[in-house]
């Protein structure tokens, strides 16, 4: 590391509350799918921002949208209508099949208007305010009080109790842990289509049957988190479309706007007209001119790039190389997850194994501590995907040699 680097990290120590550990390096600038970093060293990124960066970086279409559209109005207040919003709320709802939708600046916010919705559309049903959420254990949605009533991990929430009341836990993929929880105050159920900081598992088709059946018969709503598995990233444009169900509400961001801060969340007719009403819920920035211009220029470059066939292909390929590591090494005990949306579970932590792949070039992300992610951008090809393996194969070898040793 060079002392500017070093210098730069100090300044950032003075100044940021100290909330993330972060890795010591400083990028300063991303093209296609390669990160520089402040010394002019090129990382290949398989993080994307968090899976946010599904085009790559510098993306000159991308770019020249944006940079269109802040010529003409940045931001006008949601007390007025305003075209990037209502092209952008019309593809979302091209994409999904939903019927109403409402811009928010992140996911966690998304997840708090989708909380609002589900009280209040069983509100209207019966006047009363004491509803119950199911939530899975091992979720993660957020860290803003009402996400983080819904996150089931205990760690993230034990510093911040009380959380919003009447959440219950359940299980991912076990119907009868859910179904245990169900009672006559039961107004959603919420998870994750496929569990991301979790460790990377995908809902079963069985699963997503069973309680999407439970809702239509107890009118319980159920609302699917597509934030950092929906646009695009499992092969489809959300992880739901794989199976023959719909949820009632949907949270998206992430993918979204591919760099620029916007999130949504989008329900059906019959949700939309019996849940939020004027006065219920707003936000300042949330559907601006600006962040629906990504948005707009996300989708149609989806299509034109034919992202998808991209996804299925590479993430495929990502998928039989991963397994290969997988029966490589002792050290690596499975992979698990669908397109471009991977994890490769260890046998010990992981974090020595990452900071080896990052000095070698190849930037890589955890779930857990025993799970290194992969959510690079949805455009990588399968040459990317060797460059990858390659580093990180000598990377366990070093890291897992040493510690046997």
């Not at 089931?152 to 836990?169: Q, T, W």
């Not at 790039?305 to 299925?312: E, S, T």
């Not at 260890?346 to 290194?372: C, E, Q, S, W, Y």
Request: hydrophobic residues 40%; charged residues 25%; negative net charge.
């Amino acid at each position: 590391m060079s002392t500017a680097m070093q210098n730069y990290i100090d300044e950032a120590e003075k100044a940021l509350l100290h909330t993330y550990n972060r890795y010591q390096i400083v990028f300063e600038k991303g093209d296609g799918v390669y990160l520089y970093d402040t010394d002019g060293k090129r990382y290949l990124d398989f993080v994307s921002g968090i899976a946010v960066f599904a085009l790559g970086y510098n993306n000159k279409e991308y770019n020249d949208a944006l940079k269109e559209q802040i010529d003409k109005i940045i931001h006008t207040s949601n007390y007025y209508y305003n075209l990037p919003a209502i092209e952008a709320a019309k593809k979302i709802k091209q994409i999904s099949g939903m019927d109403r939708v409402f811009f928010t600046n992140s996911g966690a916010e998304a997840i708090e208007g989708a909380i609002k919705t589900a009280r209040k559309y069983a509100y209207l049903k019966d006047g009363n305010t004491d509803h119950e959420i199911i939530a899975m254990n091992h979720s993660f949605h957020g860290r803003t009080m009402g996400a983080l009533s819904v996150t089931g991990n205990p760690h993230y929430r034990e510093a911040f109790e009380p959380m919003i009341g009447n959440i219950k836990f359940a299980d991912l993929n076990d119907f009868d842990s859910v179904l245990a929880q169900v009672t006559d105050k039961t107004c959603a159920i919420i998870f994750e289509t496929v569990q991301g900081e979790g460790g990377i598992y995908p809902a079963t088709e069985e699963f997503m049957r069973k309680v999407r059946r439970l809702c239509d018969e107890r009118d319980i709503l159920m609302i699917l988190d597509e934030i950092q598995c929906g646009m695009g990233r499992t092969g489809e444009m959300f992880a739901w479309q794989r199976y023959d169900i719909k949820p009632d509400v949907m949270t998206m961001a992430k993918a979204l706007g591919c760099g620029v801060p916007v999130g949504a969340f989008a329900m059906t007719e019959k949700v939309g007209a019996h849940s939020l009403a004027a006065g219920d819920h707003g936000t300042t920035y949330g559907g601006n001119p600006l962040a629906c211009a990504a948005v707009c220029k996300v989708i149609e470059l989806f299509e034109q790039l034919h992202v998808l066939d991209n996804v299925q292909r590479v993430g495929d390929y990502l998928g039989q190389r991963l397994d290969e590591l997988a029966a490589e090494y002792d050290c690596v005990e499975t992979r698990r997850g669908i397109g471009m949306m991977q994890g490769l579970v260890f046998d010990r932590p992981v974090g020595d194994i990452i900071v080896n792949a990052m000095d070698k070039g190849l930037v890589l992300i955890n779930a857990g501590t025993h799970i290194i992610r992969f959510v690079p951008s949805l455009v990588i090809t399968e040459e990317n995907v060797d460059d990858m393996i390659t580093i990180l194969r000598k990377s366990i070898q070093e890291v897992c040699r040493s510690t046997q040793a």
